[in-house]
């Protein structure tokens, strides 16, 4: 009886147990590397990690530049004042009253106008109310694209595009050509900027009434209304012409209410 029970215990071999031990071990092993395998995202197949940034294309470098005057007509404008107030009601303040064209037109670090052509008249004004009104003053004396073939070349920089103003680069033509009899000037030198009215503002467009002082014929003076329209175009505020013969309409001064400015103000 003692000896069938050591035969029996004697038939699994001393090191069954701990071969079978390292059995167990090995095969877990195995099946963790084969299910890590399986799951693992395959290189061909998985998303890439980005990769450090390459340089830019000339275009793409350019376009994170900021472009200075990019939104404007002219460099200079960049410069003017981001102040958008409104000039309804208070007129804004102007330091210098200089000579272009027939008169006093207003000249401002603030609003304009930064550029001046060589025919004197002065561009380039801030996108604002003021910077509106500072243009319809200067267009109303110093824009006359029939004095010189210097002034010509203000026609594209100073009046909005279309076919009044296409009717009106022909009549110059005509003038200083002198198949057709323009304007002295003399009227307007004689005049005197004492005001404005503000009849409407946009960011696009604007309408204003300017109020000039002259001398009349009985020795006393009068007043006169012009009706100066701009709009912005190209990046800069233009003259709107009344029609393709005239760049303004004027009437006699019916007592409105004006803001008064001017260079004696």
Request: charged share 25%; net charge negative.
């Amino acid at each position: 009886m003692d000896n069938n029970n050591n035969d029996a215990t004697r038939t699994r071999p001393r090191w069954f147990g701990p071969a079978l031990i390292a059995l167990v071990l090995l095969l877990v092993g195995v099946a963790g590397w084969i299910i890590r395998d399986l799951t693992a995202p395959n290189e061909a197949e998985a998303p890439t990690a980005p990769t450090a940034s390459t340089a830019p294309t000339q275009g793409a470098a350019e376009a994170a530049i900021p472009q200075l005057g990019k939104d404007f007509a002219w460099d200079c404008q960049a410069q003017l004042s981001t102040d958008t107030s409104s000039v309804a009601d208070e007129a804004p303040e102007v330091l210098d009253w200089v000579a272009a064209g027939y008169n006093m037109v207003p000249s401002s670090d603030e609003f304009g106008g930064c550029e001046r052509r060589d025919s004197g008249l002065r561009v380039g004004y801030a996108h604002s109310e003021a910077g509106a009104l500072m243009a319809a003053a200067t267009y109303a004396m110093a824009l006359d694209p029939s004095v010189s073939e210097e002034a010509a070349k203000n026609v594209e920089v100073g009046i909005a595009e279309g076919p009044n103003r296409d009717r009106l680069e022909e009549k110059a033509q005509r003038i200083r050509d002198g198949v057709e009899e323009g304007d002295d000037g003399s009227a307007s030198a004689s005049t005197t900027l004492i005001g404005y009215s503000q009849d409407h503002y946009t960011d696009e467009a604007a309408s204003y009434q300017l109020i000039y002082s002259l001398p009349s014929d009985n020795g006393l003076t009068t007043k006169v209304a012009v009706q100066a329209d701009v709009v912005w175009e190209d990046g800069d505020w233009k003259l709107d012409p009344a029609s393709g013969t005239e760049l303004m309409t004027s009437d006699q001064y019916q007592g409105q209410s004006y803001v008064e400015w001017g260079p004696k103000s």
